[in-house]
């Protein structure tokens, strides 16, 4: 389908039916690469449906599964959901990460004891741990694994990825200036994460509460066809 128009208002409009916006990402220089993320950045900003962006230099790997970026704000529900449900379409794992304030922008100014800073870490860890366990209830074909890190999510997150097949992170973050939709995470993910990233619309209230890319989840495959296997014949007509 040919476009007419401004590709960063066209192509999200055209995709608002969609399952999947897929984009490509490829590293350039200078002007051009200003210019190239500007779009993307715009264009994912706009989007209503979920959007993968493709690095252009990523190879398919096992990896080491699905990371998700978890905050403690609403789009932490959305952003589980997938990717409990793109893990169990892979057959691999869900690494869930929550980064928490280290109060190291305190530190300089007001020392924050040691004891106060482990216990709001522990609390941290015990309400994530019992968030979690209840996706793990829904979703007890899906190993998972927990990270509560200090510092930023950008921090956390991308060392994870660079051995994982996708990170999922929400879109919206109220109150920037510039892409009110999107936050630093999901912009830091995209310009350095080494593997696919899924971003998904939070605060829509028309996408489907449960959003997978690769499969359904009402019915979901009982295996996945794997490289030897015979592909199914076209039916006669």
């Given amino acids: 389908r040919m476009l007419k128009g401004s590709v960063r208002h066209e192509l999200p409009r055209a995709a608002a039916d969609a399952r999947l916006l897929v984009l490509g990402r490829t590293p350039l220089s200078g002007l051009e690469r200003w210019a190239a993320g500007s ?79 482990e216990r709001t870490r522990a609390d941290a860890e015990r309400e994530f741990a019992a968030e979690i366990g209840r996706w793990s209830q829904e979703f007890p074909d899906v190993q998972v694994e927990l990270r ?16 994982s097949q996708l990170v999922v992170v929400a879109s919206r973050r109220p109150g920037e200036v510039i892409h009110p939709r999107l936050g630093s995470t999901a912009r830091n993910l995209l310009a350095h994460a080494p593997c696919p990233v899924l971003i998904v619309p939070a605060g829509r209230p ?32």
Wanted: glycine share 6%.
């Fill in 206 to 237: 028309h996408l489907p509460p449960r959003m997978s890319v690769l499969a359904r989840t009402a019915h979901p495959p009982k295996r996945s066809l794997s490289r030897t296997d015979p592909v199914p014949a076209a039916p006669q007509t």
């Fill in 39 to 117: 779009v993307g950045i715009s264009v994912i900003a706009q989007s209503t449906v979920p959007v993968v962006s493709v690095p252009g230099s990523w190879v398919e790997t096992e990896g080491t599964g699905v990371v998700a970026a978890v905050s403690d704000e609403p789009s932490a529900t959305l952003v589980l959901r997938t990717a409990f449900e793109q893990a169990r379409a892979t057959g691999t794992r869900v690494i869930a990460i929550r980064a928490v304030d280290s109060f190291g922008a305190w530190s300089d100014d007001f020392p924050v004891p040691r004891d106060v800073a």
């Fill in 148 to 163: 509560v890190v200090s510092g930023s999510p950008p921090e956390a997150l991308l060392p994870a990825a660079a051995d």
